[in-house]
């Protein structure tokens, strides 16, 4: 199978094999993973601060 092309985006495959590669460059390099399925983006792993700061931000908007 051929290697990514976009560093920024994998397989659920391809996370499966790398993902304490994946975590560590999120909380280390503030990095952001999108996981793909089929070609087309679904998910994303990404640095704890940015996942904190987006449910401030929507708990802010709901009151």
Known sequence: ???NVNPDELSVRELRNQ???VLN???VRSRI???TNRGRRYAA???VDLAEAEEDRR???AL
């Open 19 to 21: 993902l304490a590669d």
């Open 45 to 47: 792993v990404v640095p």
């Open 33 to 35: 993973t999108y996981v």
């Open 1 to 3: 199978m051929a290697e």
């Open 25 to 27: 460059d999120a909380a």
């Open 59 to 61: 708990a802010k908007g």
